[in-house]
Structures are given as C-alpha cells and as structure tokens.
C-alpha cells in the first residue's frame, strides 16, 4: 500500500516570492504522481502529473514539480506567487500495478499575503 | 458540460437519521469516487466504482453504503447518521483507475447533531 507525506501543514508566504510545497510517497512498487489544488469552498482539480518521462513536470498556473525517485519526493514549486494562489493544495500518488486508486496526502495550506 | 454534480450542498441531520448523497457526471467517465474531507486529514476514500455495475470499499466505509445506479450515477448513503460522520463528502469521476485525472464536484457540508 502507498502512503503520502506532506511535511507541511501550513505555508506563509509573501506575494512574489518563490515557494516550494513538500510531498514525500512510500511505495513498494512504482507509482504515478498527482499535485491537486483547492480553492475556498469548491472541489479539487489537477494542478499537475507525473506518470513517465522527464522528471520535470509542467502545470497550470505557473506550478512545477520534479519527481525524485531516490529521495521518494514529489516537491511542489513556484518561482513567484500571487494572491490568487492562496488555496489548500494536495499531493497524491497511486500504484502503477494494477488497478488503483489515489491515496492523498494531509494537504498544505498556502497562504499568500501581499 | 456541468461536470461533476452533488446535491445536496448543506444538510443537517439528527443522529439515527438516513440520508442519500447524489452524485451524477455528464463526462462518460467509467470511474465513480465518494470521498471525505476531514480537517488535517485531507482526503480519504469511502467507496469507490471502477465501473458500471461494480463498488468497492475504500479506507473508510463503514457506515456507509453507495450505489451505482448507472454510468452517469453513483450515490452514497448513510443509513443511520452519527456525529462522527460530520464531514464534507466529495465525489469524483475519471475515465479509469490509476493513472487518470479525477474530476471532483463541489461538495456537500454534512453536519450530524
């Protein structure tokens, strides 16, 4: 079974500045990976995804992420963020045997303030 | 396309009561997911439906019980309310398991007195 860790549960920032969101997985297979954003009272949506390839990841909004396969991390980063960022943002992972489904992390609030 | 949709969005509920949370997707998606949020928690799945006309058990389903009803339908039942079932439940749709982007609605805020 995999798990995430999220090491942070908040983080304060200030607008324009650089952020970087830590997501560590446990798995005994490989995995693919998932960054998903929520805004104030609505659901959750993809930010961004690792499943094969560059270890680079590109999302929405400016957001990337680097998968590190020896160090199990999945860190979520943004060279400078905005207000508009403020949000809960979660790191999941999911099995790449068989048929899984997603475990998330604890989530990180970030917190942008001007 | 409307996406994911929950009804409803707010209920209050007496311990003991029953209730059925709807969940319905217009996307053709195979995958059907009921998940709770919970502070500090973050999600944990309930039940979820791989495809039509199959439910399994996630990390957390007792107390609860699910249905799919069709593709495009899936719901979540309480059949006997208690406050520890206090949460906001999401549902999600993919078109499969694994490595599939989930599309969630917007939730319902349960409160159980």
């Known amino acids: 079974a995999q798990s995430v860790t999220q090491l942070d549960s908040q983080v304060p920032v200030f607008e324009e500045a650089p952020v970087e969101l830590r997501c560590n997985y446990s798995?005994?297979?490989?995995?693919?990976l998932f960054w998903y954003v929520q805004y104030p009272n609505q659901g959750l949506q993809l930010l961004l995804k690792?499943?094969?390839?560059?270890?680079l990841v590109k999302g929405i909004n400016g957001f990337e992420a680097e998968f590190n396969k020896s160090q199990t991390s999945f860190h979520l980063r943004k060279p400078s963020v905005h207000i508009s960022d403020t949000a809960e943002y979660f790191c999941a992972v999911s099995d790449r045997v068989g048929y899984s489904t997603l475990t998330f992390g604890k989530g990180t609030m970030l917190l942008v303030s001007p | 396309n409307a996406g994911v949709t929950q009804t409803p969005k707010f209920q209050v509920l007496k311990t003991g009561q029953s209730m059925t949370l709807q969940c319905a997707q217009d996307m053709n998606h195979n995958s059907m997911y009921w998940y709770r949020q919970d502070p500090g928690m973050g999600l944990r799945l309930i039940y979820y439906?791989?495809?039509?006309?199959?439910?399994d058990k996630g990390e957390v389903p007792n107390g609860y019980n699910v249905s799919r009803l069709n593709k495009r339908e899936f719901s979540l039942r309480l059949e006997s309310a208690a406050p520890s079932q206090t949460s906001v439940y999401f549902c999600?749709?993919?078109?499969?398991?694994?490595?599939?982007?989930?599309?969630f609605g917007p939730g319902t805020r349960l409160t159980v007195l």
């Open positions: 999600a749709s993919s078109e499969g398991l694994s490595y599939n982007e989930q599309f």
């Open positions: 690792y499943l094969s390839g560059s270890t």
């Open positions: 798995s005994s297979v490989s995995v693919y």
């Open positions: 439906s791989a495809s039509e006309g199959t439910t």
